[in-house]
């Protein structure tokens, strides 16, 4: 008969999750970075004893607030290139619907997040427990069904025996190249502590490695033949590459023949951007390089990403009618996304098979040189941008510029997620090493910036962490702050005020609004607020500087480098100004009708633009 360990489903839990390893560059490691919690009574007496029990070997680490530590462990995934994880736990109610739209960031960005909120009893006796969501019609539903649209598998554990196979298939998920995505599994807080005799071999160690999918040979064909026959091809690198560690394989593919790269926001830093071949951000954030060289594409060889609208000009970008696309993508999802040729496999050995069928086959000699002359251009252009300046506000473009003059380099990542920074920092940071460059533009969640940061960082403690983030999003969630100087995590955090919601206000005018409710100075507001942004960050425990001009901007970042505490520097910018050059038209619908003049102008630009889209 098999042994069994007598053990509650909360201490199941742990005990399961500390025993699951991986290898990364020969060293064995826990697959688990740690679990990130906040109890409350849905999880103190049940999972909270049970981590306390393990705390020397599965790390649990205390936040400030459960979007925050779940935004956190999101960025640890993804700077691990989803080889590493971390768990997040919380109570029922409004604890664990904290953490939704962390599960939807994760789930955007296919990456593994093992989600264990709290929940009702599953017994029902104290029926409407605290925190309780009741459905009228609906005995069982609680506040967590909320996570079932964004995770990648969902279960209710109401019995403890329930986790062994629950626990299993979570692991399977999280590891899997296609389904790879955040977990939930909702724990009720009566199973916690029930106890169960578990099998022993059920905690027994399990390394798990990570599945490359080869080519099929038809597709390879297929996708070998529609290369042979073009004559303007480009190369969109998206995340995929990133996570199938395959960026030597992408440059020496490009390298060998002759096709430029350009990059989406999950794809930029899988290309060093210095070699001659890497052209930089494409689409609605593009560069002038990467998009006069995509608009020409006869095909486009598209490499892990997903052609988000942002890629693709809200697929008005691709101006070549007959151009072809090329899909490699573990998921067949998006492999086949704009009737592509699909090369359903895993991008780094797609990649070299790609390459060993091709032969010496180059694309034309041409596509080098226009690659060469618009690059120049572009880097004249960006030069230009983040140029020094003395003006009072200085644009976004310039504190980047001053960032880069001072806190760049092979051993910084840069964090950011949303707002204007994404599009500027997409042209300009130079990223020069896989994982340099972190933004989370998939859900493009306001507040990730600084507990995405703290996750880097732990996931990296030997990166120089760098995080731009404007006043909005700084405001929206910045709590984690105080968590990075409680746990010794050092990050710079680069602060941009310009008063208010500065892009959505530039897209408001763009497509003929009037200036209403975005900057603060537009709102319907009794009083304009003075919000002290260095006094807050400092009663935070961070260093904090303002500095007023972009020459006191730089001095600061020299001066704070190497201190060992997390800083903040913040500087007042322009709302309005971005760089001129690159970009591209996006698409977002103006009104058919309306009485203002601004917008019935911006309307019969919008259905010019509509007749460069491609449907289908």
Known sequence: MAKTIRLTMAQAVVHFLKNQKTIIDGEKLPIFGGVWAIFGHGNV???????????????TFRAHNEQGMANAAVAYAKASFRQRFMAVTSSIGPGALNMVTSAGVAHVNRLPVLFLPGDVFANRAPDPVLQQIESFGDGTVSA?????????????????????????????????????????????????????????????EKVWSFRR?????????????ALKASTKP???????????????????FAEKHGIPVVVTQAGKSSIDERHALAMGSVGVTGTSAANA????????????????DFTTGSWAIFKDEKARFVGINTASFDAAKHNALPVVADAKVTLEALSAALGGWTAPAALRAKAKEVKAEWMKAAAKAMAPTNVALPSDAQVIGATVRNHSGENTVLVCAAGGLPGELHKLWPATAPGSYHMEYGFSCMGYEIAGGLGVKMAHPDKDVVVMVGDGSYMMLNSELSTSVMLGRKITVVMLDNRGYGCINRLQMATGGANFN?????????????????????????????????????????DTRDNGRTTVIVIDTDPLITTQEGGHWWDVAVPEVSPRESVNKAREAYVKALASQSIG
Request: aromatic residues 6%; hydrophobic residues 45%; negative net charge.
């Open 293 to 308: 060289l995509t608009e020409e594409a006869d095909l486009i060889l598209a490499v892990g990403t997903r052609l988000q």
């Open 45 to 59: 007496a049940g999972l909270g004893e049970a981590l306390y029990q393990v705390r020397g070997e599965l790390p």
């Open 144 to 204: 967590n069904d909320a996570f079932r649209p964004v995770t990648r598998y969902f279960d209710r554990i109401t019995r403890p025996e329930q986790i062994i196979s629950a626990l299993r298939r979570a692991m399977q998920v999280m590891t899997d190249p296609v389904d790879c995505g955040p977990v939930c599994l909702s724990l009720c807080q009566d199973v916690q502590a029930e106890a169960y005799d578990y099998p022993e071999s059920f905690f027994a």
């Open 518 to 558: 975005n900057l603060l100075k537009d709102a319907d507001i009794e009083q304009m607020p003075d919000i002290d942004f260095r006094k807050h960050a400092e009663a935070m425990g961070a260093v904090a500087i303002k500095a007023a001009s972009i020459a006191e901007l730089e001095q600061a970042l020299k």
């Open 234 to 252: 480009v190369i969109i690198a998206g995340g995929g590459v990133l996570y199938s560690l395959a960026t030597r394989e992408l440059t020496d």
């Open 213 to 225: 999918p080869q080519p099929d040979a038809n597709e390879l064909a297929a996708a070998v033949a």
